[in-house]
């Protein structure tokens, strides 16, 4: 069974950092593209960073552009989101995710979340 946690949420003032990790443990297939989402109160959860498992390329939502940054370990088996410059709209549950390809994560297939991590930014 595949189990991730997250960690590294918490409050910090506009302007400051958080590193969030998410290590992944029963993943059983041979390729892992990982993921953060975030989701906000009163609004839908949005993809906020991608790492591709076969070359790990990045992708980034347009509102964390240039301040996030997305990684993984050299196992792929922890991805990081290191968050500057963090702004009170990038307040939300931050969810880690992890499938085959980021294909099939965007249709929810063969994927797995994590319980998620509190991030709230203050002005």
């Known amino acids: 069974q595949v189990h991730l946690v997250e960690s590294g949420g918490g409050s910090v003032q506009a302007g400051g950092s958080l590193r969030l990790s998410c290590a992944a443990s029963?993943?059983?297939?041979?390729?892992?593209?990982m993921a953060w989402f975030r989701q906000a109160p009163g609004k839908e959860r949005e993809g906020v960073a991608f790492i591709y498992g076969d070359n790990g390329r990045t992708v980034y939502g347009d509102s964390v552009k240039g301040r996030f940054t997305i990684s993984q370990d050299n196992a792929k088996t922890t991805t990081y989101l290191q968050m500057n410059s963090l702004k009170p709209a990038d307040t939300a549950l931050y969810y880690c995710?992890?499938?085959?390809?980021?294909?099939?994560?965007?249709?929810?297939?063969?994927?797995?979340w994590g319980q998620g991590t509190q991030v709230t930014v203050s002005s």
């Open positions: 029963g993943y059983t297939y041979s390729s892992i593209s």
């Open positions: 995710a992890v499938a085959p390809n980021l294909r099939m994560m965007s249709e929810r297939v063969n994927t797995y």
